[in-house]
């Protein structure tokens, strides 16, 4: 059986594993993400170390934050790009990987997909054709499915930064998005909570009114999506929904902003079945990359 | 070659035609939507005189407002559900026109991807697989294609009633839609600019406010849509943006509001064609109906 290496490249951290599928792991480390050069650095001596002591890395799949270039076709397959992560933009990851390891089929698209399609090999979203796969931690971003095949366009989704209604009265934090200020993200990131409440969202008591704000917020993110793309499922990870108080809040919200417009069964009766976590968990991202080396791999080969 | 009849099913009018593409028609003719019983009626009436003067009709295809059943699996495809139309709620197109008109193979969409088809087919989106068909009409209503399949998913898309930012201070307009009052529909659709300003759109001066304050919120639109989806294209049908000054005002405040963060060249040095009207106009609608009822004929012949 082929053994593969798996990136889950986050803004603020790089989960790396070598194996098959998240129940078959030979390794895995979590390296911090500084800059391109240490973090780079670290990933490229985990998988240098893996390759003398488990054995031939066939292929690795790369899911990495945006935005970054999805298009295989295109000579910048592989970079990040215009990130507002300092020092981070324009890199050629994937080209770094080939170089460095000599691994030579290795696959490549966002964060989020690649969790999402870990959710459809493994976790809550198999046999679903039509799916979102959303984080909520450092960042908001979203990604999935559509017809059975991983969102890309122009470029690709970027759903995080889509432009909600902001009550300034009831909320006067002007937001921490550094492009767009009160944008999803920029209101309902754990990095926005963090600054709007002067201290991290985890250290807030689970009655605290900052946990129904942030359930209101994504409920109205969610709305947006639903309307755009009408999927079958949502699945929410990331640290902020590892609060257990918020994913009763945000289906009750969800609900009550749909206002009974879509009166479909999945969401007025089932919508605990609707909206709900990866079942992998933080496994989602890397065993999802182990499915983009597979590709790769099966691609090129 | 086969005769087909196409629909545009909308929600101020049916525009029936018999033909083979927009270039080619036997026939057309508009029909204005009152009661289900009245416009069925005369929707049954022009086709039954079209099967005697015109010949036979192989198969039809119909675009219609939503939400509606699109799901070919399931025993109430091709109805009308609960719509905010007074009366249209649970009816069944679809089988209304086979019983009566005994045409066996009936294509089904909602009215905005007949219309996406339409254009993918002979307008303004071939080669394109990924992009969004709008219309501001009336309402306002979104489909269009991922990876070269028009959207479906839980139900179809019904982008008009995403919730955008709202500032009620410079517009203190409470919103038309009946369901979520300030959503995109409630705050951008024709009805919502003449309950706003007291009289029809189409009669205010090309350089009211009125359409600068349009402009900002279908903007505010297209920024989620390009941010939840990565469109390649984005066409806008519809009355209101037959008003001249609306195209440049709605490319230009989609600029200003992605504030450089996808800085792609398609939407930076060409949004000309990158946001632009449909090249069949208003015959976009019952020709990709043409092209759901070939579908229709192909796939159950």
């Known amino acids: 059986m082929s053994l593969f290496g798996g990136i889950e490249a986050g803004?603020?951290?790089?989960?790396?594993?070598?194996?098959?599928?998240?129940?078959?792991?030979?390794?895995?480390?979590?390296?911090?993400?500084?800059?391109?050069?240490?973090?780079?650095?670290?990933?490229?001596?985990?998988?240098?170390?893996?390759?003398v002591e488990a054995g031939e890395i066939e292929a690795i799949g790369i899911g990495a934050f945006g935005p970054?270039?999805?298009?295989?076709?295109?000579?910048?397959?592989?970079?990040?790009?215009?990130?507002?992560?300092?020092?981070?933009?324009?890199?050629?990851?994937?080209?770094?990987?080939?170089?460095?390891?000599?691994?030579?089929?290795?696959?490549?698209?966002?964060?989020?997909?690649?969790?999402?399609?870990?959710?459809?090999?493994?976790?809550?979203?198999?046999?679903?054709?039509?799916?979102?796969?959303?984080?909520?931690g450092t960042g908001v971003g979203g990604g999935g499915m559509v017809d059975g095949k991983l969102m890309h366009g122009l470029l690709h989704p970027e759903m995080g930064h889509i432009l909600i209604p902001h009550d300034v009265i009831a909320d006067p934090f002007v937001g921490a998005c550094p492009f767009h200020k009160d944008c999803l993200e920029g209101l309902a990131s754990g990095y926005a909570m963090e600054k709007r409440w002067g201290q991290p969202g985890a250290s807030l008591p689970p009655d605290h009114p900052a946990w129904a704000l942030e359930a209101h917020y994504l409920a109205l993110g969610l709305i947006n999506f639903i309307f755009t793309l009408s999927p079958e499922r949502i699945i929410i990870g990331g640290g902020v929904m590892e609060q257990k108080q918020m994913f009763p809040m945000v289906r009750s919200q969800v609900q009550a902003l749909l206002s009974h417009y879509l009166d479909v069964p999945e969401i007025v009766y089932d919508i605990d079945n609707y909206i709900l976590p990866p079942k992998l968990g933080a496994k989602a991202g890397f065993s999802g990359a182990f499915v983009l080396a597979a590709q790769a791999l099966e691609l090129q080969a």
């Open 11 to 51: 803004g603020t951290k790089f989960i790396c594993a070598v194996g098959t599928d998240p129940d078959n792991l030979q390794s895995q480390t979590r390296i911090s993400t500084t800059t391109p050069e240490e973090t780079l650095g670290q990933v490229v001596d985990f998988f240098r170390q893996q390759q």
């Open 68 to 136: 970054v270039n999805v298009n295989p076709d295109s000579p910048k397959f592989g970079w990040f790009l215009n990130t507002p992560k300092p020092g981070w933009q324009q890199i050629d990851f994937l080209g770094l990987l080939q170089r460095e390891l000599g691994v030579p089929h290795i696959g490549f698209d966002t964060d989020v997909n690649a969790a999402a399609l870990g959710e459809y090999q493994w976790g809550n979203a198999q046999g679903i054709a039509n799916f979102i796969y959303l984080t909520v």
